[in-house]
């Protein structure tokens, strides 16, 4: 069973703060996408990456691989109240297999 | 418009009583998936898909039974629901293949309490 964390588990800001969440294991993936998930839906994919030290940016939102695709950092820069959601970490251990973290629950208070 | 349905949104039912969750997709995505979302414990793959009549076990497959009789949908069917059974249920398509280059959708969720 490969263990999957995400940290932090809960957390609350104010309108236009930084923030960085991370999400951690021991096993090398072969590639990793992060989703958000708004109360009440279903999660929506923001971002696939596939290369070790790999970084994509998406507006606000800056994600990492790393270098050696065990770990992964989503960090948004000013972060405004529809940034509110749980932000889950989905590496895939194989061709067409995903596992999904427990998720980061963010709250940016206006 | 690109879209997964599913229905109830919300079931509350008795332990023993019979009941199905239904799955649509508008995409004609040959791979579908049942996921359950429980507090701390991230989504956990209940049962996938990857074609018609092609169906298999995912990593929490016990009390659960599918059906892939048609490619748009993927029903979820509970015998004989138990309280442990209570939780968040998703159903997912894509396109088959790598899973790193093609979208997998959700639907919104349907949240089951079973008393």
């Known amino acids: 069973t490969q263990l999957l964390e995400q940290s932090p588990q809960f957390l609350s800001i104010q309108e236009g703060e930084n923030l960085t969440v991370y999400c951690n294991s021991s096993?090398?993936?072969?590639?990793l996408q992060w989703y958000r998930q708004e109360p009440g839906e279903g999660p929506v994919l923001l971002v696939t990456?596939?290369?070790?030290?790999e970084v994509k940016k998406l507006k606000r939102l800056t994600f990492q691989f790393g270098d050696a695709r065990k770990d992964s950092s989503l960090h948004i820069t000013a972060a405004q109240p529809g940034d509110t959601g749980l932000y889950l970490c989905a590496p895939h251990t194989s061709y067409d297999k995903v596992i999904f973290g427990p998720g980061t629950s963010l709250s940016v208070i206006p | 418009e690109a879209q997964v349905t599913q229905n109830p949104r919300y079931l509350i039912t008795v332990t023993g009583k019979k009941l199905t969750v239904t799955c649509s997709q508008n995409m004609n995505h040959e791979y579908m998936s049942w996921y359950r979302q429980d507090p701390g414990l991230g989504l956990r793959q209940i049962y996938y898909s990857m074609n018609v009549e092609v169906t298999d076990k995912g990593d929490v497959p016990e009390g659960y039974k599918v059906s892939r009789k048609e490619k748009r949908n993927f029903p979820l069917i509970l015998e004989s629901p138990s309280p442990n059974q209570t939780s968040l249920y998703f159903c997912a398509s894509r396109q088959a293949g790598e899973i790193a280059k093609n979208i997998q959708y959700f639907g919104a969720g349907t949240r089951l309490s079973v008393l």
């Open positions: 096993s090398v993936f072969s590639s």
């Open positions: 990456v596939v290369t070790g030290g």
